[in-house]
Structures are given as structure tokens and as C-alpha cells.
């Protein structure tokens, strides 16, 4: 399963629909999420692909401390 936190809204989103598996790199995640969201790769540019032990993806925005 993808999570993905983008523009304060939350979605889970099957590998499979994105067109990903474990091995695709994050900035290729990145590019097959910009194209589900219909939006350009740019916007998800900040954006960490955190990959969890349960195989789960969290797709979120860089976290700014201070």
C-alpha cells in the first residue's frame, strides 16, 4: 500500500495503480504519483518516499524542524 500526504489531504493508493513495485526507485515513484495526481513532478520535488519494514510507502512532505 502507498500512503501519501500531499496538500493536506491524505490517500492510500494500491502498488499496483501506481505501476510500482519494491524495487522502483523513489524518484520513479514520484513521477507514476505526479501522473496519478495529474499534477507535474516539480510540486512532489520536496517530497520523501519513506519505505516501511511492512513494505508499506509513505509518500509525504520533508519534515522542517526549528
Not at 7 to 31: C, Y
Given at each position: 500500500?502507498?500512503?501519501?500526504?500531499f496538500e493536506?489531504?491524505?490517500?492510500?493508493?494500491?502498488?499496483?495503480?501506481?505501476?510500482?513495485t519494491?524495487s522502483?526507485s523513489?524518484?520513479?515513484?514520484?513521477?507514476?504519483?505526479?501522473?496519478?495526481?495529474?499534477?507535474?513532478?516539480e510540486?512532489?520535488r520536496?517530497?520523501?518516499?519513506?519505505?516501511?519494514?511492512s513494505g508499506?510507502v509513505?509518500?509525504r512532505?520533508?519534515a522542517?524542524?526549528g
Amino acid at each position: 500500500m502507498v500512503h501519501v500526504r500531499f496538500e493536506g489531504r491524505s490517500f492510500d493508493i494500491a502498488e499496483a495503480k501506481l505501476g510500482i513495485t519494491s524495487s522502483t526507485s523513489s524518484t520513479a515513484v514520484k513521477e507514476r504519483l505526479g501522473q496519478y495526481l495529474e499534477v507535474a513532478q516539480e510540486r512532489l520535488r520536496d517530497y520523501v518516499v519513506d519505505r516501511r519494514p511492512s513494505g508499506d510507502v509513505i509518500i509525504r512532505p520533508e519534515a522542517v524542524y526549528g
